[in-house]
């Protein structure tokens, strides 16, 4: 009587397959969610970038400027009806602008 331990050589396969096909659907959603949360991320420094813009502004009247966050360089540009900031997306160059409305008293 013998008696075999472990799987064998078809469990072995099966089981590798089915863990390849795992591994080959959940990297792409992986990889495209980092991708998501980083352009999330700039976007929200981005925000930052304007929020400090409007400060500048209100003290120095600069309408335009860089700032660098996370060794990434956001350009914003100030005129009359919008504050806009330029900066290196994951995949192509990005702007996130903010209308200005005047509240008049």
């Known amino acids: 009587m013998k008696n075999s331990y472990g799987f064998s050589w ?4 099966v089981s590798l397959t089915v863990i390849f096909l795992i591994a080959t659907t ?3 959603l992986l990889s495209n969610m980092t991708i ?16 400090e813009a409007i400060k500048m502004y209100l003290i120095d ?11 990434l ?3 914003f540009a100030i005129d009359s009806e919008q504050i806009c900031v330029h900066y290196e997306g994951m995949r192509e160059e990005k ?4 209308t200005i409305s005047y509240v008049s008293d």
């Open 95 to 98: 702007s996130n602008c903010l």
């Open 73 to 75: 360089e956001y350009s």
């Open 61 to 71: 009247n600069t309408q335009r400027g860089t700032m660098q966050i996370e060794k």
């Open 10 to 13: 078809p469990e072995s396969i």
């Open 36 to 51: 998501q949360l980083e352009e999330k991320k700039r976007k929200y420094h981005s925000s930052i970038v304007i929020h």
């Open 26 to 28: 959940l990297l792409p």
